[in-house]
């Protein structure tokens, strides 16, 4: 793939890139562009993708009382998928949003609008993302494997839910937690309650962390008409946030009960601390979000790292009892 042109006066750099990543500082310049279309200079959106993967299969193991080596491949092979099927997603809403991006601040540096790639090469690189992926798919049980292509079809149609829709996060949710599903199932070779709760709960968690993220854009989107869910809460956001935690904490803990094997009270209280803890996390977000700083939205939005991985430490506290 030749390497395109990038732009001199800024280097390419993305305007809400992690300052000093490693992309822009390391990889080799050729690279630099295709790295960014996958956002590995921005890596929070892999944490994101990944942190319900890792819920999945640990409530997995907590509901058979189960743990095999296979598991530890399970957690690996979702954290490279969520990075490669990450950045394959957001190459594909690149290009679909190509014709909006160079109309909005925060995007307008993107590779495609900023001329360092074509939209032909960005699909190129999608698919290679994709195919990559999908030989790491297919080492998991067949259910989940179906599981995983299916995964493709909400993939698809996200980029488009802004244009027809007032609440496209919900299609970001659909897609974003759809780990929970696949490494539950890559675990007990089928689909159950627990994991469709715990898909539920990672949807909410979208719905509260992509509508801060929104509001830094509510401008821009309204002048070239994109529809989010910051645009139709407006000043009114803080309540739904409230209800969207909410949701959070009690589906993932209906989750939780669902999956817990019998007698094991101990271990469910470990693990019902999870979402506990994650609902204090996220409390203390609302406490922070300004939804006039833009800065303060991104480090806030930032901080669902840790969110997402509060009740990974629970969970695995759990199975240790």
């Known amino acids: ?33 295709y790295l960014r ?8 959106g892999t944490w994101l993708l990944f942190a319900p ?8 193991m907590f509901h058979t009382g189960q743990m095999r080596l296979f598991d530890l491949w399970i957690i690996v092979g979702c954290g490279i998928g969520a990075f490669l099927m990450r950045g394959a ?22 590779p495609i609008p900023s001329g360092q790639v074509s939209a032909k090469q960005a699909l190129v690189w999608a698919v290679i993302q994709s195919v990559t992926a999908f030989f790491i798919l297919i080492t998991f049980p067949p259910m989940a494997i179906l599981l995983g292509v299916i995964a493709l079809i909400p993939v698809a149609i996200y980029p488009f839910a802004k244009r027809f829709t007032w609440w496209p996060q919900v299609f970001l949710g659909i897609a974003f937690n759809w780990g929970a599903l696949l490494a539950w199932t890559a675990h007990t070779g089928t689909l159950g309650w627990p994991a469709l709760c715990l898909y539920a709960a990672g949807i909410a968690w979208t719905l509260f962390y992509d509508t801060i993220y929104a509001h830094q854009d509510r401008d821009d989107d309204a002048l070239i008409g994109i529809k989010s869910t910051a645009r139709l809460f407006g000043d009114d956001t803080p309540r739904y946030l409230a209800w969207f935690l909410v949701l959070t904490v009690a589906l993932m803990g209906l989750a939780i009960i669902l999956a817990a094997p019998r007698g094991e009270i101990f271990a469910l209280v470990l693990a019902l601390g999870g979402p506990w803890a994650m609902g204090w996390h996220m409390m203390f977000q609302m406490r922070k979000v300004d939804l006039d700083d833009p800065d303060r939205l991104l480090e806030v939005f930032r901080s669902n790292r840790n969110a997402g991985l509060i009740p990974v430490l629970f969970f695995a506290t759990a199975l240790l009892v």
């Not at 279309?37 to 929070?44: K, Q, V, Y």
């Open 89 to 110: 997603g957001c190459t594909w809403n690149d290009i679909t949003d190509r014709d909006f991006d160079g109309s909005v601040a925060r995007t307008a540096s993107r």
């Open 1 to 33: 793939m030749p390497g395109p042109q990038t732009t001199p006066d800024q280097g390419g750099q993305v305007a809400d890139a992690v300052s000093g990543n490693w992309v822009d500082t390391l990889a080799p310049e050729w690279t630099r562009p």
């Open 37 to 44: 279309l996958s956002r590995a200079d921005r890596p929070i």
């Open 53 to 60: 993967c890792v819920w999945g299969v640990l409530l997995a």
